[in-house]
């Protein structure tokens, strides 16, 4: 009998929700899987899922954090050695994040197929060590930096959570005197540069714009009441949370997206093909965020504001530009779709089950 497909993945959101939708699609397929991630990671994953955890850390920092990484994957790869050794896997499909490095090792070393995918338009560290032992390499963007070279690379998109497979309604900019839904996303922790400077962008735009504003923000806990209170003396309607648990729908809603350019994020902004004012996160490893946000803004899709350059007066110029152009709003969120990859975990299990064909290897 064929063996499971192992799916491994870094324990952030970034690198689990696309690795955790794979492992539906071939479900959906008949596909036996087995996930393998470090202790952060198994936070994502629901029960019902065959669960791995092995040891993981970057090699990087200072001479003794580098040491004390590289023994983590040390003791990794031979808890992966033993886990393939037990499973007998077809194939494994990483998804970056260093808890995926093991597993793509000890994939090369007992000669299974090895399937990474690419979340951001930069290929990341992890997975540029493994990405010699890959037979393909799945992007998310055509011309991902790093991965020049890569084996067989195709685009395939980034799979979103399950929650955005509804396809949202076609986009409809507001008319000139309709109430203006805005939606702030700050990442999975919020972002405080937006708590700091959206209140006062908003309260430099012109009054009639201001007066159809319906904000909703995501906050961190600690700036909650002080933006609540900021926009309250702007007589601005609000809705803030530190956390949205449906955030498709607000999405959908939405006439104009502010937002971190996160892997995640700007997948599930094309999936809803909204137009979106896109903020990278300054320190993002590699500065992905901002390559990803590039993207999007070089194919129309988006604007990109860089956080070193943004002021209250800058942001104000922007969102009253867009939100007083409604052809443009209209034109960004058809670009958007033409980018989106609503497919893009369908493509992921038939690229996997072109490695490990059905009867794979026993």
Do not use: W
């Not at 084996?151 to 008319?175: I, K, S």
């Not at 990109?304 to 110029?317: F, G, P, Q, Y």
């Amino acid at each position: 009998m064929s063996g499971p497909v192992v799916i491994a993945a870094g324990g952030t959101g970034g690198h689990m929700f696309p690795a955790l939708a794979l492992a539906r699609a071939l479900q959906e397929r008949g596909r036996a899987v087995a996930l393998i991630t470090d202790r952060r990671g198994a936070r994502f994953v629901k029960a019902g899922l065959p669960l791995h955890l092995v040891s993981a850390g970057s090699p990087s920092g200072s001479i003794s954090s580098r040491l004390l990484g590289l023994g983590r994957l040390a003791a990794g790869v031979v808890q992966s050695l033993l886990l393939f050794r037990r499973l007998r896997p077809t194939a494994a499909a990483c998804f970056g994040g260093y808890a995926s490095v093991p597993p793509a090792l000890a994939a090369a070393a007992v000669g299974r197929p090895l399937l990474l995918h690419e979340q951001n338009a930069v290929l990341g560290k992890a997975n540029r060590l493994v990405a010699r032992f890959a037979a393909r390499v799945a992007l998310s963007f055509a011309d991902t930096a790093h991965a020049e070279g890569a084996a067989a690379a195709t685009v395939t998109g980034n799979p979103v959570r399950p929650e955005f497979g509804v396809q949202p309604a076609p986009y409809v900019a507001p008319p000139g005197d309709a109430p203006v839904q805005l939606l702030v996303l700050g990442g999975s922790q919020g972002a405080r540069v937006l708590s700091d400077v959206l209140p006062a962008a908003v309260a430099l735009l012109p009054g009639e714009l201001r007066r159809r504003l319906r904000i909703c923000q995501q906050c961190r806990p600690e700036d909650l009441e002080r933006v609540r209170a900021a926009y309250a003396a702007l007589a601005v309607a609000c809705d803030l949370a530190t956390f949205f648990t449906d955030v498709p729908e607000r999405m959908a809603a939405a006439h104009l997206i502010v937002s971190r350019a996160g892997a995640s994020s700007v997948a599930e902004i094309l999936t809803v093909a909204r137009p979106a004012l896109l903020i990278p996160y300054a320190h993002a490893a590699d500065d992905h965020q901002r390559a990803n946000a590039a993207r999007l803004a070089a194919a129309g899709a988006a604007e990109m504001l860089v956080e070193s350059d943004l002021s209250a007066a800058l942001l104000a110029e922007r969102l009253a530009a867009c939100l007083g152009d409604p052809l443009r709003l209209t034109d960004m969120a058809a670009r958007a779709r033409s980018l989106a990859c609503p497919d893009a975990a369908g493509r992921l299990a038939e690229l996997v089950m072109e490695l490990a064909p059905e009867e794979g290897r026993s």
